[in-house]
């Protein structure tokens, strides 16, 4: 395939110490010939792969010094690209970077598109759609364990077990084919009824297993959001500051994508929570008494987890009530904070209240019971035995709808051959879910759908 060479900034806008300015294409060693100069006058066109090279940038208009570089050149195919690979390295600051960017893109290389280096991998069959989608997730992870479910991915992990599933259909495929081609043997169709279930009921299973890690997977990627309720004063603020203090709030401001907002995350053991701010306040003070029970449910129910604060010194009020039940039928901690003080909450009645969800006793202001809040959270959701080390997660929506299709057109064909409808029609059921499969892995998708998915990524990546 041929394609023009394209430029981005490649690190993230702001103060970094360093930055770099990646070409990739044809073009990228002759770009950089006509603007490095290397202090023993070599051009990096004759320069070995893989190699760094210290020297400036000129502008060949007017022959001043731009800027003092590192200029990394890697040659296809072995490159993120299979393309040459140029990396420029120059001081950090947005100032200095746009200026290399400039230099470059009037010397003949074309400002890339949000996600097209990646695109170029996948165009080149570097990488596989799932792959790509994954590197799009590491560059947002938010925790280790969401960084290890992308890195796992990007390795292919997902990639080949659709491979195996789709094997699977294939052959089951080529058995009716069998059966269909010699249908005057009548074992033959025996062997294939009773082998069509057994297989097709092997993907289904296998597919099922996979959807059971989205849950999980899809918190790891996107973050729980969580919102703090409780009546003024409980401690909802301190809260927020323990978790932000204890757990380093990683403040995400993602450049070159629709969603430019600043969204803060905390990290507890693993378990991304993304704070959201709930008509417009984080933790909402009193939401319940200002708009009804009903609507501050209907408010609540945006998030996926709930942390409810009581005050431990003082008895539960009308209030109190009022936010569980706002807040029944959701995820929920209870938290009765401020035990350094003498106790006035009745915890009987807290618990009867609370029902299946977790109470957890603390004292913000001592530090106390800040482990056991954060050990609520993560049994809530990893129960304690998951680990994204031994597990394959699917954790992208655009493939956990395609894994459900599959599933469904799977449960179809079963349900079926059960009913000894004509294996010729089973066969219509199974090559869609074998397309649908194929999506996930960029087999089967159309161009405008790739576009559209690339279109999604930072730029530079
Ligand atoms: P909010 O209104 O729910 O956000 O409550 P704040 O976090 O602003 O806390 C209200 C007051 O209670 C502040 O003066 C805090 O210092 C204090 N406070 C928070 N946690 C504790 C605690 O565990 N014990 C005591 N004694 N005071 C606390
Ligand atoms: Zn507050």
Known sequence: MEFDTIAAISTPMGEGAIAIVRLTGDEALSIIDKIYKGPSGKKLSEAASHTIHYGHLVDPKTEKIIEEVMVSVMRAPKTFTREDVVEINCHG???????????????????????????????????????????????????DRAMNVALNQMEGRLSKLIQRLRQEILETLAH???????????????????????????????????????????????????????????????????????????????????????????????????????????????????????????????????????????????????????????????????TDLPQKIDLNRVKELAGSAPVVTTSLLEDRGVDELEEAISALFFAGELEASDLTYVSNTRHIALITQALNTIDDAITAIENGVPVDLVQIDLTRSWELLGEIIGDTVSESLIDQLFSQFCLGK
């Open 93 to 143: 600051g947005l100032v200095s970077v746009k200026k290399v960017l400039n230099l470059v893109l009037a010397n003949g290389a074309r400002l890339a598109d949000p996600g097209e280096f990646t695109k170029r991998a996948f165009l080149n069959g570097r990488i596989d759609l799932s792959q790509a989608e994954a590197v799009m997730d590491l560059i947002r992870a938010k925790t």
């Open 176 to 338: 009716v084919e069998v059966n269909i081609d010699y249908p005057e043997y009548d074992d033959v169709e025996e062997m294939t009824h009773h082998m069509l279930i057994e297989k097709a009921t092997f993907v289904r299973n296998e597919l099922q297993k996979l959807l059971q890690t989205a849950e999980q997977g899809k918190i790891l990627r996107e973050g729980i959001s969580t919102v703090i309720v409780g009546r003024p004063n409980v401690g909802k603020s301190s809260l927020l500051n323990s978790f932000v203090q204890e757990n380093k709030a990683i403040v995400t401001d993602i450049p070159g994508t629709t969603r430019d907002v600043i969204e803060e995350y905390v990290n507890v053991r693993g378990v991304p929570l993304r704070l959201v701010d709930t008509a417009g306040i984080r933790e909402t003070e009193d939401i319940v008494e200002r708009i009804g029970v009903e609507k501050s449910r209907a408010v609540l129910k945006e998030a996926d987890l709930i942390l409810l604060v009581l005050n431990y010194a003082e008895e539960l009020s009308a209030e109190d009530e009022n936010i569980f039940a706002a807040a029944r039928g959701m995820d929920v901690i209870v938290i009765v904070n401020k």
